[in-house]
């Protein structure tokens, strides 16, 4: 009989919970093949086993993104229900008597939403909880299914993995940090006055624009500080116009950048400004690839405002920006 928690429905449509788990120990073999299709049992030189555990029970590991209730409902909503069978199995192992889910969060979520309280299936892999996240990451990335950025990124700094560390220590030297939709920051435990940034700003900043040199980006962090809210999120296309410009003119004097702080501050402040900066970007919002056109956008606009001078313009060109002038 379905049961009803709140205004949600749970139901399980086609077989009794127990039913349920002979078919689906007798589909094991299926999972199996599954799990070696995606490279994991390769990866880990062992196939995972088959157990049922409450849901109760089941935690998410460390480095994951946070369960989303709203989205769960919704789903539960469009779905008439909680559906067992097609709840298929999750991925989970044993860490220190816990039972940590590394793929499958989503799934868990809908479930304990939906009020579901009896035993699911679990592939439960013989690895620690590092060598998970790695598995996390790797099935995200390069999977069909990947989740955010953010996400992988967190799962790819746990299991050390070299170009991801390297990110992270970035951040740590700008004192920036990067969260998104995971339960955690990247670096842990971020210092007082640090701004959160997305994945794809800072990486695609460090490696596209600033090209390995950190002095454009803390130019840049220094800008966004006077510019923003305590508390405000760096927007990816501010933050890739601005660090172009100082890694365009990396002998801009202290004055001119003092002036140039003045007039982004100027220009997010003013409903007209931004509506020019808008109009610019044509409608390729967030893409590190526009960097230079945003970059000299941005300084045009700059040397033609009451904040730049016929001096600055002729020392700080932009043809250095390697664009034809703006008319």
Same mark, same amino acid.
């Given at each position: 009989m379905p049961t009803t928690n709140n205004t949600v429905t749970t139901a399980v449509k086609s077989k009794t919970v127990a039913v349920f788990e002979d078919y689906l120990k007798g589909d094991l073999e299926a999972n199996q093949k599954k799990a070696i299709k995606q490279r994991i049992t390769d990866i880990l030189g062992a196939t995972p086993q088959l157990e049922f555990h409450p849901i109760d029970e089941i935690m998410p590991i460390t480095k994951q993104r946070m369960g989303k209730p709203d989205w769960a409902r919704k789903k539960l909503a469009e779905r008439g229900g909680f559906d067992l069978p097609a709840f298929g199995a999750?991925?989970?192992?044993?860490?220190?008597?816990?039972?940590?889910?590394?793929n499958g969060l989503q799934r868990t979520t809908i479930a304990k939403v939906a009020g579901y309280r009896g035993?699911?299936?679990?592939?439960?892999?013989?690895i620690n909880e590092q060598m998970a996240s790695?598995?996390? +990451?790797?099935?995200?990335?390069?999977?069909?299914?990947?989740?955010?950025?953010?996400? =992988?990124?967190?799962?790819?700094?746990?299991?050390?993995?070299? /170009?991801?560390?390297?990110?992270?220590?970035?951040?740590?030297? #700008?004192?920036?940090?990067?969260?998104?939709?995971?339960?955690?920051?990247?670096?842990?435990? /971020?210092?007082?006055? +640090?701004?959160? =940034?997305?994945?794809?700003?800072?990486e695609g900043a460090w490696h596209k624009i600033a090209r390995g040199?950190?002095?454009?980006?803390?130019? +840049?962090?220094?800008?966004?500080?006077q510019v923003l809210m305590a508390d405000q999120k760096i927007p990816n296309d501010i933050w890739y116009a601005v660090t172009a410009c100082y890694a365009t003119f990396p002998k801009m004097t202290k004055e001119v950048e003092q002036r140039f702080n003045q007039f982004v501050d100027a220009m997010l402040?003013?409903?007209?400004?931004?509506? #020019?900066?808008?109009? +610019?970007?044509?409608?390729?919002?967030?893409?590190?690839?526009?960097?230079?056109?945003?970059?000299?956008?941005?300084?045009?606009?700059?040397?033609?405002?009451?904040?730049?001078s016929r001096t600055i313009a002729n020392r700080y060109t932009l043809k250095s920006f390697g664009v034809k002038d703006e008319q």
């Open positions: 999750i991925s989970i192992i044993k860490v220190n008597g816990q039972l940590l889910v590394w035993r699911v299936p679990c592939l439960v892999y013989d790695d598995l996390f +990451a790797y099935t995200q990335d390069e999977g069909k299914r990947t989740l955010s950025k953010e996400s =992988i990124f967190q799962n790819k700094v746990f299991a050390n993995h070299p /170009p991801a560390l390297e990110i992270a220590g970035v951040l740590g030297q #700008l004192n920036l940090y990067v969260k998104g939709d995971c339960v955690e920051t990247v670096p842990e435990n /971020p210092q007082q006055g +640090a701004k959160e =940034i997305s994945y794809r700003g800072i040199d950190i002095q454009p980006l803390q130019r +840049a962090v220094k800008t966004m500080n402040k003013t409903q007209a400004e931004k509506d #020019l900066w808008i109009k +610019a970007k044509k409608g390729i919002t967030g893409n590190v690839s526009i960097a230079e056109e945003l970059g000299r956008h941005l300084w045009s606009k700059f040397i033609r405002s009451g904040y730049g």
